[in-house]
């Protein structure tokens, strides 16, 4: 490897900046065994830290992380939704909902976090309404020659057909993340491939053969690989946060067509490469108080913008509005 120099993007912040615990207790990623809260929400890795601190802030969302044991009990009464099989990310958590609906018996999962818009707007059964914003960006090795490469979108683009296929006389290893990502799908869009089939120079393992989990930098580990990574996420992990694991490893985010994802540990609104992130609920039930509070309106749990932007997101002037309505 052509070893140059360490450096990150991300500046730590102190605790009292942040007005929350820092490293040292316990990291809360799951409600407490034991503590049930009215909305339900699973599905995104994305968002699955910032809800987490809405949950517990609000006190409405008991929001389950996108890893961890293979079931999660969502609800207080024993044997109703106590093996409910986990979702990994967007798509994962919006196919449970989906079939949470079907099961007209009980409501074991309310809501799905998302980092996509709907893949299938065939019908209005689900919505969507955005809380934050976020950036993505590609990821590379901190000891790599790429951190000093200039990259543009059309470079990143032209890496992810498989056309360009050594930088800086570096191999490039395109990644994606696992199936079920919305960063995924997202990525792929603007990367203009298909999130499905995409080429095959791009593989969502690691060189190990180990499956690609979004934001986590432990899949980079060859000089060559990419992978895209979310800037808010990338900020939280380096803040400190007792709930937030420090996945970044050697991952260092790359500034594209010039502009850097991170100002002054903020994400930069101004980066070419960003998109909303939501919480998707069936439509049928956007009346019930409980998902108003959790979701609906500039004043829900979800638009707390001293949580939003402690975990790295920026705020939105229209927080708590739907952003579209599809069925997955």
Same mark, same amino acid.
């Given at each position: ?10 500046? $730590? ?20 065994? #034991? ?58 958590? +919006? ?13 074991? +999962? ?19 309404? /955005? ?35 050594? $930088?800086? #006389? ?13 960063? /995924? ?7 203009? +491939? ?23 930098? #432990? ?36 500034? $594209? ?15 070419? +490469? ?32 001293? $949580? ?21």
């Amino acid at each position: 490897m052509n070893v140059k120099s360490v450096k990150r993007v991300g500046v $730590v912040l102190g605790a009292a900046a942040l007005g929350v615990t820092v490293l040292g207790a316990p990291a809360q990623a799951d409600p407490a065994a #034991g503590v049930f809260r009215p909305v339900v929400a699973v599905g995104s890795d994305t968002t699955q830290y910032v809800m987490n601190g809405i949950g517990n802030a609000g006190g409405t969302i008991a929001s389950y992380d996108a890893i961890g044991s293979s079931t999660i009990d969502t609800r207080a009464a024993a044997g109703v939704c106590d093996a409910v099989a986990r979702p990994n990310g967007s798509s994962a958590g +919006i196919n449970a909902l989906n079939a949470d609906i079907a099961d007209t018996a009980v409501n074991c +999962i309310d809501a799905a976090r998302s980092s996509r818009l709907p893949n299938n707007t065939s019908t209005t059964d689900l919505s969507w309404y /955005r809380f934050a914003l976020d950036a993505v960006t590609g990821s590379v090795r901190n000891d790599s020659a790429l951190t000093f490469h200039a990259f543009t979108k059309a470079e990143l683009q032209s890496i992810y057909k498989c056309e360009t296929t050594v $930088v800086d #006389g570096v191999a490039v290893f395109p990644l994606l993340p696992q199936a079920g990502s919305g960063t /995924r799908t997202y990525w792929a869009g603007e990367m203009g +491939i298909s999130a499905t089939t995409p080429p095959s120079c791009v593989k969502d393992v690691d060189v190990d053969g180990v499956a690609v989990q979004e934001h986590d930098g #432990g899949a980079l580990k060859r000089e060559g690989d990419i992978m895209p990574y979310s800037v808010a996420q990338y900020i939280a992990q380096g803040n400190g946060l007792a709930d937030v694991p420090d996945r970044r490893e050697a991952a260092q985010l790359v500034d $594209v067509d010039g502009v850097a994802p991170v100002v002054s540990n903020t994400l930069n609104t101004a980066f070419p +490469i960003k998109r909303e992130v939501y919480n998707v609920i069936e439509t049928a039930r956007a009346g019930e108080a409980d998902l108003i509070k959790a979701f609906i309106g500039s004043t829900s749990d979800s638009c707390n913008s001293s $949580v939003i932007t402690t975990y790295g997101f920026g705020t939105l002037s229209n927080c708590g509005t739907r952003a579209a309505q599809g069925e997955s």
